[in-house]
């Protein structure tokens, strides 16, 4: 059988601003942003996750990919939370049972 992965994404703004799953980081009062992102780069490493691959966005802005093996019956976390709709005049709610559009996850 085949190895099984779970995976998180990272967004990271010029090492001034990581996002992991909507739970923002900043470097902290005097801290050089080399410092911050191996200080965040290391405790992902600590909680088992492997940099698998980076996509850059834009200048400054890049998502980090990171896997880990999951166990042997285990499945992938997916509590992420996820972004609401909010009703709007623009943008009413839809009705139950009705695909609302693709679901957004916040990372």
Not at 6 to 32: A, C, D, L, M
Not at 70 to 95: F, I, N
Not at 99 to 106: D, H
Request: avoid cysteine; aromatic fraction near 8%.
């Amino acid at each position: 059988m085949s190895a099984k992965w779970e995976y998180k994404v990272v967004f990271v703004e010029g090492w001034e601003r990581i996002s992991v799953e909507g739970q923002e980081t900043r470097p902290e009062q005097g801290e050089r942003n080399s410092a911050f992102g191996r200080r965040v780069l290391n405790g992902l490493g600590a909680d088992g996750w492997e940099l698998a691959g980076i996509q850059h966005a834009m200048p400054g802005r890049s998502y980090m990919i990171f896997k880990r093996p999951l166990a042997d019956g285990a499945e992938p976390d997916l509590s992420v939370v996820r972004r609401e709709r909010q009703a709007t005049p623009e943008a009413p709610p839809a009705p139950e049972g009705e695909a609302g559009g693709p679901q957004v996850v916040s990372v």
